[in-house]
């Protein structure tokens, strides 16, 4: 989503590129072109002035290192200013309460539905017990979607389609969790304008009559400066205790994850970034800040990657690995697996300096589809016995997957040269020898 903003900065910083030191003049121009890139991303013009004003003092109180290049000291004055102005640290949902009731509110279209159905599964991912309530009274499509969702999740909603009263709804909805011992109750709500006084008037006696220990205000991250400005009229009224941040994956330019903290004063605890339910992740400044200067986020790729983990399964693949077993239905299982930590682009784009290289590159949210059709078009004899898997047998794989005969042997070639590295690697004594046989870094003075 920063793509853009995180190109002009680079232009920016290339301005003290070859300076052996920091100056009132060049650190003036870096910040003229910063501001200029934070205004073009959709930030609100004040909170980009005071930003910049914020690194350029910062910057200037600052010596230069002979081993840091003045570049590299603003980069890191950036990073800690932009954490900043997101928010500094992590902010966790309220669930100290029990039951603990979490009221949804937003615009049409952000995207609440979609975000109630994700909290229940991530919540419920973290062991606990939560119900859905459907809420939205005016959009008729509203309370199949949230049924839908539940069922997929296997979460619990509380709906009552004879009902026209939210108010009423609501209190219902916190009835029947408390009944069904849910320990989180999820309440979403019809989508409002902030103008529309009656539905604004209707969503406070909501707030009013439920007393909600978190009032999450959902917000389209596209909609850029007009986010901020709906999320200050949201809070006049509401006060909500949170902001969750939709369609971060979309062509958005990123002006309102920059602006709204300094805006309302409230955090931003969770983004969407696909539509998948699993595609929900805690906002975190510091990782969301070094994303945006080009500096990666292997933590939440580390984080995401151990969300698929499961350790039996992961010892009983080691066994297999070691006994040469590896075969095509484990490599189809371990597709699955990364498929489910969101698009490929994303988590590319997680690893330092690779989402600068992949910037002008497309890949297909359904990357694998190729090699899942091949792996698909194998018998079970054949995905347990790659060995088996002989010309007469490729040319019917290609056909049944709709590629070409070359497209399969390059696969079973590649499936052959990586379980060969895995089996290496599974046995400490042959990879240090490997290791060993590596060339060695040329030394040199640094």
């Known amino acids: 989503m920063f793509e853009n903003l995180q190109d002009k900065l680079d232009r920016a ?9 920091i100056s ?7 910040m003229k072109e910063i501001r200029k890139a934070l205004l073009d991303a959709d930030v609100n013009y004040k909170t980009a002035k005071s930003f910049t004003d914020d690194v350029k003092e910062k910057a200037l109180g600052l010596n230069v290192l002979t081993a840091v290049s003045p570049g590299q000291l603003l980069t890191k004055v950036m990073n800690d200013e932009l954490t900043a102005l997101m928010g500094g640290e992590v902010t966790d949902l309220d669930l100290k309460n029990n039951p603990t009731i979490i009221l949804i509110a937003g615009l049409n279209g ?3 539905t979609t975000f109630s159905g994700k909290l229940a599964n991530f919540l419920k991912s973290k062991g606990k017990k939560p119900l859905l309530v459907a809420g939205d009274v005016y959009r008729p499509a509203a309370v199949d979607q949230l049924q839908i969702l539940g069922g997929q999740i296997g979460v619990p909603v509380y709906a009552n389609i004879e009902s026209k009263d939210p108010v009423a709804i609501a209190l219902e909805g916190i009835a029947e969790g408390k009944k069904q ?23 406070a006696a909501v707030k009013q009559s439920t007393k909600p220990h978190e009032i999450l205000f959902v917000v389209d991250a596209m909609t850029g400066q007009d986010a901020v400005n709906t999320a200050k009229a949201f809070n006049d009224r509401l006060d909500f205790t949170g ?23 409230k955090p931003i605890k969770f983004i969407g970034t696909g539509e998948k339910m699993e595609a929900l992740d805690v906002f975190y400044p510091d990782r969301m800040a070094s994303r945006i200067l080009g500096m990666g986020d292997v933590v939440s790729l580390v984080e995401r990657a151990q969300q698929q983990f499961d350790e039996k ?4 693949l080691q066994k297999k690995i070691r006994k040469n077993k590896f075969d095509f239905n484990d490599f189809y299982n371990q597709i699955q697996q990364i498929k489910k930590m969101g698009n490929m682009k994303d988590l590319m784009g997680m690893i330092p300096g690779v989402s600068k290289m992949m910037k002008n590159v497309e890949i297909e949210d359904d990357a694998f589809k190729n090699i899942e059709a091949i792996i698909q078009s194998m018998t079970k004899y054949e995905r347990e016995n790659p060995d088996s898997i002989q010309q007469s047998r490729r040319l019917r794989i290609a056909k049944g997957s709709g590629n070409k005969i070359e497209e399969v042997t390059k696969l079973i070639k590649q499936f052959e040269d990586m379980r060969k590295v895995m089996k290496q690697f599974s046995n400490p004594a042959a990879a240090a020898k490997m290791m060993r046989g590596m060339p060695k870094m040329p030394q040199g003075k640094m």
């Open 110 to 112: 952000a995207g609440k």
């Open 181 to 203: 011992n849910a320990n989180v109750i999820i309440i979403d709500t019809a989508g409002r304008l902030a103008i529309d006084e009656q539905m604004m008037d209707e969503i």
């Open 13 to 21: 910083f290339k301005v003290l590129k070859g300076q052996g030191s």
């Open 243 to 265: 902001v969750v941040l939709t369609k971060l994956d979309g062509d958005t330019r990123g002006g309102a994850a920059l602006s709204i903290k300094s805006v309302v004063n």
């Open 24 to 30: 009132e003049i060049n650190v003036a121009e870096t």
């Open 313 to 316: 399964e992961a010892a009983e």
